[in-house]
């Protein structure tokens, strides 16, 4: 009773959102377009008045976030089919087979599929899944397996454990977060903006998207570097890129935080800069690097952290090693950069000005141009822009990452998340607002044709781009703050 009398509006919100979320995970299909809109509205709506009115509170919107998340439990993922080829893989692999070696459409062609319940699994993974090679790396490819152990004849089953595994992920997220956020002497409710937000239970806990468990890894792996530890942090971040590929672009920012000469003195109260020492206020101590060296040596120990990250991935990867692998896992990942299309912003816009003058098939020429641009991207965001403090790290990851999605030709609403998370730990809230409206590109779903409504797309980035340029060019304050209600 005391909870309630302390907690009723919080908790009335949290009643209401599991309310919205059961609505939305068992009585929604994805061709709804105004329902889902509907729904996802009033959960955001929720999502922002249970951190209005109990922000201070830890553990009650930790237990929220987990009450929410296992609303799901036993639902079958409704915005994304993905979770099929992820249960196929695993129990490939329990069946002593190497899931980057054979295509599911072949199996089931031949009637030599080695699992339980393959034609159901392959009729939900969908023609575009089962004709391709999985991409999925080695850590992921574990999480699928644990599926396959558990429930090896139950698709409810393996989804219910593939759940598990994303919740335990997110409330570790959640903590180390919390931890994190301390340490850099911000607030720690910012971490709900990922933990209590809807995109995000339905995105991952819901759709069983594995960017959760990345995530963790990777900020684990930077909360380790935070505290010295840059060996553990980097077979941690490998950790990380061996559930998805993602943060393996990000590594070349990491330069300026090994190499920069900038030592903080904790108990002086200095900056030593070369020769000189400056007074820097209190709330810097912990937001900087520590350690002090030569350039040289900074060299090796930035050269060993990265040796590190590529071994252990190259260790992750050893059993499923094999010349075929590579042929078809290389031309997996080419998929992305050169067939596939979805919730784009500037590459539909260089794709309609190159309809203009050739008028075929604008992805095979401009896809070409998109990985060294990204590559250009993040070079001139590692040596160009201040990354030595640990925030500025995490800034520049962030930006990196989006400009490498604003520039891409695929960004399912599920990508997202990494921003999301990198933003909580930076002045940034324009990830927050792409969370909200990423929701428009599911009007991809409401014809059967599967045809995106590029004015609902336009909408989406407008209001995207327009909060980048804002906060990057002209918000001078450091972050967007709730007020207390």
């Not at 699994?121 to 575009?128: D, I, K, P, Q, Y």
């Not at 505290?227 to 490998?238: L, M, R, T």
């Not at 070409?368 to 403090?389: C, G, H, M, Q, W």
């Not at 409504?453 to 980035?461: A, G, H, K, R, T």
Request: net charge positive; with cysteine.
């Amino acid at each position: 009773m005391n909870l309630w009398r302390l907690h009723k509006l919080p908790i009335l919100y949290a009643l209401l959102s599991v309310l919205f979320y059961v609505v939305f995970a068992y009585d929604l299909e994805r061709h709804e377009l105004v329902k889902l809109c509907g729904l996802y509205a009033g959960l955001f709506l929720f999502f922002y008045k249970i951190i209005q009115t109990s922000k201070a509170d830890f553990k009650l919107l930790l237990g929220f976030a987990i009450l929410l998340r296992l609303v799901f439990l036993i639902a079958t993922p409704n915005l994304s089919q993905d979770f099929y080829r992820f249960i196929w893989d695993g129990r490939m692999i329990v069946a002593g087979y190497n899931p980057y070696l054979y295509l599911p459409k072949d199996l089931i062609a031949t009637g030599s599929a080695p699992i339980a319940q393959a034609q159901e699994l392959f009729n939900g993974m969908g023609s575009l899944s089962a004709r391709n090679y999985t991409n999925y790396p080695p850590i992921n490819q574990f999480c699928f397996t644990i599926a396959g152990l558990f429930a090896s004849k139950s698709i409810v089953g393996a989804t219910i454990v593939l759940r598990l595994l994303i919740i335990l992920a997110d409330v570790g997220t959640i903590i180390i977060g919390k931890r994190l956020l301390e340490k850099l002497n911000l607030s720690t409710d910012h971490i709900f903006w990922f933990g209590l937000n809807p995109f995000i239970i339905i995105e991952l806990t819901g759709n069983l998207h594995f960017e959760g468990v990345m995530i963790f890894f990777l900020l684990l792996g930077l909360y380790l570097l935070y505290q010295g530890k840059w060996g553990w942090s980097a077979i941690v971040i490998a950790a990380s890129i061996s559930v998805k590929l993602i943060p393996l672009l990000l590594l070349p920012i990491f330069f300026q935080f090994f190499t920069k000469h900038k030592v903080v003195d904790t108990i002086k109260g200095a900056i030593n800069i070369g020769n000189e020492k400056h007074l820097i206020p209190p709330d810097s101590y912990r937001d900087s690097p520590r350690e002090e060296g030569s350039f040289f040596s900074k060299i090796l120990k930035l050269v060993a952290f990265y040796f590190i990250i590529l071994l252990s991935i190259l260790v992750l990867f050893i059993p499923f090693l094999s010349s075929e692998f590579l042929d078809n896992y290389q031309q997996t990942i080419g998929l992305w950069f050169s067939n596939f299309e979805f919730n784009a912003s500037l590459y539909y816009i260089a794709r309609e000005i190159g309809y203009t003058f050739r008028g075929y098939n604008e992805i095979k020429i401009i896809g070409k141009y998109i990985p060294p641009i990204a590559i250009a991207i993040v070079l001139s965001i590692t040596f160009f822009r201040n990354n030595t403090s640990l925030r500025n790290l995490i800034t520049g990851m962030l930006l990196a990452l989006s400009c490498y999605f604003f520039i891409s030709t695929t960004v399912h609403p599920w990508y997202i998340a990494t921003p999301l998370l990198l933003s909580v730990f930076t002045k940034y809230r324009f990830p927050l607002v792409w969370s909200f409206v990423v929701v428009l590109s599911y009007t991809a779903y409401a014809n059967d044709s599967f045809k995106e409504n590029l004015w609902f797309i336009s909408v989406e980035y407008l209001l995207v781009f327009g909060f980048f340029f804002y906060e990057v060019f002209f918000k001078k304050t450091d972050g967007l703050e709730i007020s207390e209600g």
